[in-house]
């Protein structure tokens, strides 16, 4: 046996921690089944990944005292879609850090219920919207679907929602402030620079404001548009052949929470958000209607306050 070979046997020493933003597409799909599979072995189910996307499913769950097997689409965020309808498929998601699971159609009458998300364009045109913030009201209504109330047992696919301990993907807290974003009543966060960003331009569209628009604040290089509605897996591939990026720029971007509008894919970057942040949040901020302040607070937390956001109806143009 040669040294490389004995290294790599666990009696040798468990691998160090992984970073979650290291890993590629594939790589974080497979990451996240285990977790959900984790976790709903917890509640009876014992869960088969598949590998050919069977009947729009990625994961089978079969639960010990039920006839009928679960076919399950595993997403990183809130995600419903016009192809998933009628198909009895239930979407598996987190909303910061905590894994739901929930029959797809009956995701969308919560939606209806309890949110405006049929009302956009990205639902009517598209067929498809997906979101990584829903409104306290939805979250509500979505308790009893969650796997887990403790958000350090499950996936640390929200890329480090960083207030969640315990998350493998949380990095070092020195190379910057923490952000607070405010909408509505109830603040998101506290966040880093770079998922501050992420979540004001995902509230920025909810409003209504156009990618186009947001681009113009951010520039062009940050913050990239794929022609067609693509699907996260799908993304890098579609990506990199548009912009021709080398396969070690991959972890770069927020490959598994992209903004969809107007039938177009948009890609935020996630390691360019520096000293320059809390100006870009003010930019970002000043295109939803009402005030907005980035200010720090006693604790060195900036606060990006984005209370018109969600209201607002802002010239697209």
């Known amino acids: 046996m040669t040294t490389d ?36 072995a917890d509640h009876g189910f014992n869960c088969i990944k598949l590998s050919d996307d069977w009947q729009g499913a990625d994961f089978l769950a079969y639960h010990k005292d039920w006839e009928h097997t679960l076919r399950v689409q595993l997403k990183t965020s809130l995600t419903i879609a016009s192809k998933y309808a009628e198909k009895g498929l239930h979407i598996a998601f987190h909303i910061h850090g905590v894994w739901h699971v929930i029959d797809h159609d009956a995701l969308v009458d919560l939606c209806a219920e309890h949110a405006t998300y049929l009302d956009t364009a990205a ?38 929602r960083p207030a969640d301990a315990g998350s493998v993907d949380s990095g070092p807290t020195t190379k910057g402030k923490r952000f607070e974003v405010h909408a509505g009543t109830e603040p998101i966060g506290p966040l880093t620079q770079k998922h501050a960003v992420l979540a004001v331009v995902q509230l920025l569209v ?32 579609a990506m990199a052949a548009a912009y021709e990026l080398g396969s070690h720029e991959e972890k770069l971007w927020f490959l ?6 107007s039938g177009n894919t948009w890609v935020l970057r996630n390691n360019v958000w ?3 942040t809390a100006q870009k949040l003010g930019m970002l901020c000043d295109l939803a209607e009402g005030s907005h302040s980035a ?21 697209s143009g």
């Open 123 to 160: 639902w009517k045109v598209d067929g498809l919207y997906t979101t990584t913030h829903p409104n306290p009201a939805l979250r509500a209504a979505l308790k009893p679907y969650a796997l887990s109330a403790d958000a350090s047992a499950s996936s640390a696919a929200s890329s480090a």
């Open 5 to 40: 070979q004995h290294e790599e046997r666990i009696g040798a020493g468990l691998p160090p921690r992984i970073s979650y933003a290291d890993l590629n597409a594939k790589q974080k799909e497979i990451y996240n089944f285990q977790k959900v599979a984790a976790l709903l």
């Open 274 to 276: 520096g000293k320059a």
């Open 295 to 315: 200010n720090c607070d006693s604790r060195g937390r900036t606060t990006a306050d984005l209370r018109g956001a969600i209201t607002a109806n802002p010239d």
């Open 206 to 237: 909810e409003a209504g404001v156009s990618c186009e628009t947001i681009q113009e604040v951010l520039n062009p290089g940050p913050f990239r548009c794929i022609r067609g509605t693509v699907d996260p897996r799908d993304l890098w591939p």
């Open 256 to 261: 598994d929470e992209p903004v969809y509008q």
